[in-house]
């Protein structure tokens, strides 16, 4: 029987946030949010069923269709993206509860992580005033007056995943507000706290009704948002196999999408790099959030002879990493967010073995541990990159050294996977790393640790995704350029008529 813990920071849990309000759900289903750490009840949330969606996408739509927010200017809207990022920063401590609890993240690290979503909001305020929403353009016949206009794409249903919610919530919910979308954010059932804040903050800063609605529901109620005609587009983060199933859904619409999906990420190591500050920065990268994370570097590629040196290494550190409860100072990996991850994570490690791959190290629950959905982190050698797990994605603290002929080997070892997420260079020579940089098939490429910058801009390659999110690149999915083209500039005419006045 599972046992309530704390209370979380949560005041609405029972709701959804819907046209401005929070509303009382359709029915009595419940979703228990456990901790990860101890197998306690932390929270529970109503869990939306297919007429709950289907209330928050009228809310959207009418305030698309009907209200303020996409008819005022970018600039008017980017003051509620900077209210949002004030009150985001005031909610770090409630974060530093929710995030551990939900999915297992160190707490001592999520103040410093979540720097970063504040500043994502102000970073899309300030490009209300940078980017060209309207620009003049020639026309093809030299006549009249030309312009691009960017239009929000309209209603957005925002699908978030487990392990990093807040991130994905703004790298999602920003530019689409800035562009004049309005928004339905469909927070998971394993980590629906992020989501509760957001909608606590638009309340309070408040966002004309229905520009930001939040449920939280399962698959089935969730396709119904992707099926919907009302949603213009779709922007999903998880894994690849859900990913097509949306892609195929919007397909027969033909509505727009966005998706950031799995990884098998590649490190390639150079001749030239110290193996032991290769092992210091995978072991660090492995262990938060305790891999899973789709850009966690999971296939490392090094020359055959420094094989068995780097498996040593990564063994040797990954024995003197601290498993535990993520609130302990001293520990330096929490838990798996939840049973079924855990039991996948150790499915994963059987079929290694079974592949002929060695186990260096982990694989196991920590004996100390017999509460919470723990493992050790886990390196194999000696990993064949046809095997499974090297081509699959695990989403766990496992990774797989493959040995590599030479460089030209290691690019193309790199390169055979279905996946092209993110990928590393490690190298002590700039010059060199970007050559190889160019060479691999990955949305981002570092040098010499995992660097994915949503600041700049995220995105995968193949079946990693479609579209990028963070930077001006994440702006772009959530406009639609139209073509306006005029007997004359618009506001010479308006001066004209003002003279004439």
């Avoid at 004309?208 to 213009?232: F, I, K, M, Q, W």
């Amino acid at each position: 029987m599972t046992t309530k813990t704390t209370g979380s920071p949560i005041a609405n849990s029972e709701k959804f946030y819907i046209d401005g309000k929070w509303v009382d759900p359709s029915t009595n289903h419940t979703i228990d949010v456990v901790e990860a750490s101890t197998e306690e009840l932390y929270f529970t949330v109503a869990e939306a069923e297919a007429a709950d969606v289907a209330r928050a996408v009228g809310a959207a739509r009418r305030a698309f269709d009907e209200g303020p927010w996409p008819r005022m200017s970018p600039t008017q809207r980017a003051e509620y993206l900077r209210a949002i990022a004030q009150a985001v920063a005031e909610r770090v401590d409630d974060v530093v509860q929710l995030w551990p609890r939900e999915s297992g993240v160190i707490a001592r690290v999520v103040p410093a992580v979540m720097e970063e979503v504040p500043a994502a909001f102000t970073y899309y305020a300030d490009l209300a005033d940078r980017y060209p929403f309207e620009q003049e353009v020639p026309t093809s016949s030299g006549e009249g007056f030309g312009m691009i206009v960017g239009e929000p794409v309209g209603v957005v249903g925002a699908i978030i995943p487990w392990n990093t919610p807040m991130h994905l919530i703004a790298y999602k919910l920003a530019p689409a507000l800035l562009a004049g979308c309005t928004v339905i954010v469909k927070a998971s059932p394993e980590a629906p706290g992020a989501a509760y804040v957001i909608a606590e903050i638009a309340e309070q800063v408040g966002l004309p009704p229905g520009v930001v609605n939040v449920l939280t529901a399962d698959r089935e109620a969730s396709e119904t948002l992707v099926s919907d005609h009302r949603v213009d587009k779709i922007t999903f983060t998880g894994s690849t196999e859900v990913g097509k199933r949306i892609a195929g859904i919007m397909a027969e619409r033909i509505g727009r999408y966005t998706l950031e999906l799995g990884g098998k990420s590649a490190a390639v190591i150079l001749e030239d790099m110290d193996i032991a500050e290769a092992a210091d920065s995978l072991t660090g990268g492995t262990c938060f959030l305790s891999g899973q994370i789709c850009a966690s570097l999971t296939r490392i590629i090094v020359p055959r002879h420094r094989h068995d040196e780097m498996v040593e290494a990564l063994a040797d550190r990954f024995s003197r990493i601290k498993v535990g409860n993520p609130f302990d100072p001293s520990v330096e990996m929490g838990p798996l967010t939840s049973q079924r991850q855990r039991e996948r994570v150790e499915g994963y490690v059987q079929i290694g073995k079974d592949e002929g791959a060695t186990l260096a190290f982990g694989g196991s629950r920590p004996k100390d541990l017999n509460r919470g959905w723990f493992i050790e982190p886990t390196v194999f050698g000696n990993v064949d990159n046809s095997s499974r797990i090297a081509r699959e994605e695990i989403f766990g603290p496992v990774i797989s050294v493959i040995a590599a002929a030479d460089e030209e080997d290691a690019i193309r070892v790199a390169n055979d996977s279905v996946f092209g997420l993110n990928a590393a260079v490690f190298t002590r020579d700039a010059a060199r790393g970007r050559e190889v940089a160019r060479r691999l098939r990955a949305g981002t490429v570092g040098q010499n640790g995992n660097r994915a910058d949503f600041g700049i801009g995220f995105g995968g390659f193949k079946q990693s995704g479609i579209g990028r999110e963070g930077g001006v690149a994440g702006l772009l999915p959530y406009l639609e350029n139209k073509t306006i083209v005029l007997d004359q500039n618009p506001c010479l005419s308006s001066s004209e008529e003002q003279l004439g006045k």
